[in-house]
């Protein structure tokens, strides 16, 4: 009787997605999560279903296979491709998920990159304490840093294709000392998305989610101004100035009065060194999506 | 210690659901559809209902030690408050200090949350969150210390005793205002929520699912909780009112703190962890030096 | 028998301390090694609490879990093997530290034996905590207050230090103050080619 009822209210719940964004879509998904009917979860390990949004191109396959396999099973997947409504789908495999059904089997085989063994005295695969490859994995070393002079250890990592604080698609290789960003590299160019995804209203709402104000930007693409004391002031002045363009701060406060935001595309690397995550997260968000692609394209 | 103890679970899940609850009605003041006061529930059911996710070489005793640490910091900051005048269910002489150690103690939960379970993100929220929540934490003792001052003891049932005139919020109109920034930082809320913003794709808790998610989101609901009653015990009278018995006036109380708290987590937008710290040490610090030199004055 | 419990307690809190402190050095990691540590001085912290010196207990707790979280963060900033992958050893210089360990042992156990320990039981009813600020506040104010503003003075100081905004300007634009004139050279001194930190003889 109670596991009944507890299974009749989880499936009452908002169902938890993941989506991964292809080409053409972005403006789709972010307009079919602002209707709250669902939970666009922040990383795979929080969400139950995954959403492929579009037909994700080749070079992103294994990403994708990837993150099917980082969420924790039970899980299902549910393929759009913009027409009609996924709700349903969502909603009926939310209730197959809740009802306690196996889901879907891992893609990819869950072998560590690397085996936690190797040479050395403790099978560590380095030797003494700094140096090596212990467990297959280079070990973080002091690099310079860009910033204060403080030689702190430098960690290489890449984030991308489907990372849901980047533009879909875009994968970038950079070397973090703690979180600021000593370079930047990258990899691989966002998806072609169409106008909808540059109109001021959706960037405004993609900043502003990044900010902490979900429920405001959902009120944004919804087609309302967002009520906050400080949203345009939350970013520091200067920051991503570029020439006629005006500052992060300027874009958006002209995102917010419905203009859309002009100036050439950045230099990504150059952008990114020195910057902490947030503040590349918030500059990469500050041009519109096209404009990024551009300068992908340029950079790599 | 008196049988009042045995009201703390109680208090702590009924604050929690409020809380939780709140969090869900007030983003309808920015045209979301409403939620019933189950909604909470349901979604405590989901996520009980899915699997624990697992990440690579965690460490999985401090994975599940940080949430039980931060709530149960939570209960033991909630068992210092008098419930009724001259009544707390931990009746200690130093109260304000055994907050004072659960608020410091919250910042190490919250590392130790994004430090076990071995991954980027949550690392790079856990460090962010200590460097914000420390100089938090200064001047929330500041304000605490001039709470006390009029009571001249650390006890908060003297605190309380010594509201029976006229409460602290009038006699020290700063002391609120900067120990809701305290409460911001505590509960991990709106611009001062750095360790599991939106940015690290969902920061400290991105790689939880599960049993782990939920009691980590539970342990924010209480502590949002054991924060509401403390702010409204130190400044508004605590359980002082006339006609209700005591232990209602703390409810309404703790509920109204409770719904500035997450109505201002909702309206002030986050801005970068460099430029946050500008206002705190350059703002907070001495403003709450001016708040006791002025208390004492007026102690005086 | 609320003697024996006090003494149940002392002892139970005691062992935990000196256990985790051990932990302290067979651990692999910089963090479990900072927080270990910090378990072991709430057991004293504990100690204190169990024989009624409330403050003492509770501002033991407080402020060790601000220390060691700052130390945590320093030692892996400064560490050579953060991540602990490279199993680590935490001890160093072993002969040394045996014989001072021992010695310090020695020398303590020693004092607590000989010494002839005071035996007035104090009041319960006794506010202790108010004892405790008139002894800080009264006979050593001078002192208290001094080392308090000083470690003030030092923590904003280190915090101006490191601040990436300084007073002229972001420090990785390369500030300088303001010429004396309008669109003169900076004031103040110029540090020599390759930045002048440490080299010294730098101002001529």
New interface residues.
Partial sequence: MAVRLFHRMAARSAPAVFVCIGPRMQALVEGLFARAQSRRMESPAGAAILLVAGDIPRRAAVALDRIHDQIPPPRETVHWDGCDDPMTELLAAWARLMAGESGEPDRLPDDPPNPWKGHGDHGQGGEGMMGGVPYGRPMAMTGEDPRDGLKLDAYTMRVGPFAPMLPPGLVLELTLQGDLIASARVTEAPFPQPEDANAPRACAARLLRLLGLGPQADRLLRGTAPRSLNAVRALPVGLGAAGTGGDARTRLRGWLEGKPAEGPPPDIPRLLEGREWHEAVVLLNSWPPDTIRQAAEAAR | MTPLVLALPVALLAGAWLGAWLDRLVPVLWGRPAQGPFGPLRDGAALLARPTATTEAPDRLTRWLAPGTYLALAAVGLSVIPMAPGLAPLDSSVGIVVWGACEALTVIAVFLHGWSPNAPFPLIGAYRYVAIGLPVMLPSMFVLIAAALPAESLSLVQVVEAQREVWNVLRQPMGLPLFLLVGLTLTLRGPFDFADGADIAGGTSGQESGPGRALWQLARLTMLTAFSAMAATAFLGGPLGPGLPGPAWLALKTAAVMAVTVGLGHTVARTTPSQMLHPLWVGALPLSFLHLALAGWVAL | MGGAVTLAAVILLGLFAVWSGCRVFVVDSM??AS?SL?LSFFCTGGIALVLHA??LG??T??MM??E???M??FMI?F?????G?????MVHQNRLSIAAGAAAFALLAGAVLLSDLPDRPVDPAR?T?ANLGTELLGPSMLIFETAGVTLLAAM?GA?VL????GRFGD??AGACPPGLTEGGPPAGRRPEEGGG?GHGGGNG
């Fill in positions: 963090v479990r927080f910090m409330d403050y509770a501002a707790v407080f879990a601000v060691m979280m700052v945590a963060i900033m560490m050579m093997n953060p991540a992958l490279n199993p680590m050893v506010d905590t904003v915090v490191s601040s990436h905004r420090t990785d930190h």
